[in-house]
């Protein structure tokens, strides 16, 4: 029996969702957006600051990036990127000490791997089915829905890689790694859950 | 409902077991140690050439290895390695087209890539777990149980590489990648065999 579930995934793959029935199956909360809310509450940081700079390195066309590159937004010898690292793991660390939950994202594998009591499991699924998830979830953009797929999951790897030192996406790091578009969102949740109960 | 299963698999993750495990629950043929006598029997090849050559980079140290290098045992155009690589991947192409069945390395995953009927899978795990895992199956060696796992491992992936342009264990290129380490070697053929019947 397992007391934390960890869910990665790839951008459009449907691991949210996933996540939320792995919750909903166990009686457990799921921390997605709950953690960004509970980030901003501790750190006072904007919602969508966190959104935006939580799990992707940041875009070279932002404001922000260009103030980070020449140290006009550090706060002491911290960027407000590693204050918000920080914040983020001490979170992590506490509600896994705290309750059973499953946590979406967020490096929640690397800062939990020292535990045995968590379940870590990584989402993916081919480029068409997250394609046509995106657009069918977040609507259509100026951007080609592959080109979204690759800018996304491009910023979360060299986010998880700046912070963790690890490669994102590497099987070894997962006790089970699922492709979505072949089993099911549905039938991915259910595996899950399935092993973290036994 | 899926009608193959391909096991790959880390060196000592136990994934052969797994495989005749899945067979067993499915009521289907484990092409495994089965596959090398098929092999033997189209190609004329020696089972231990077979056993050695036919998923792992030839050794440096090999006899093989250097009348190979030095074009001493090409029939025609093609290696004793190609000859090899090519009964093997028309009798895989031929199995799966006949019969429902489960296959064992040897590059099912690539050969089979094309068929919505087949689930892909990969067996890891921790490399503390299989390096007691093959002292208890195989014995002890001269060589270090870690560097064996190194070796054979190291092999598998130069072999996979070059004979299917792909990376050795990759998580896109599988259905479901189980650490046998962490979620047990039967739980593991379980949940496979459990996906493949829906």
Redesign the interface.
Known sequence: MKRIVTISREFGSGGRTVGKLVAQKLGWPCYDKELVFKIAERSGFDISFIQENGEYAFSRNSFLFDLSAHGGVSTGTLSLYDQLYIVQHNIITELAEKECCVIVGRCADYILKDRDDC?HT?I?A?PAFRAERIVSQYGERTDAPEKRLKDKDGRRKTYYKHYTGRAW????N??????SG??GVE?CAE?IA??AK?
Chains 1, 2 share one sequence.
Do not use: K
Not at 169 to 172: A, P
């Open positions: 379940l990584f993916h081919a996406g590497q099987m070894q997962y006790h089970i790694c699922l492709d072949a089993i039938e595996l399935g092993v036994r």
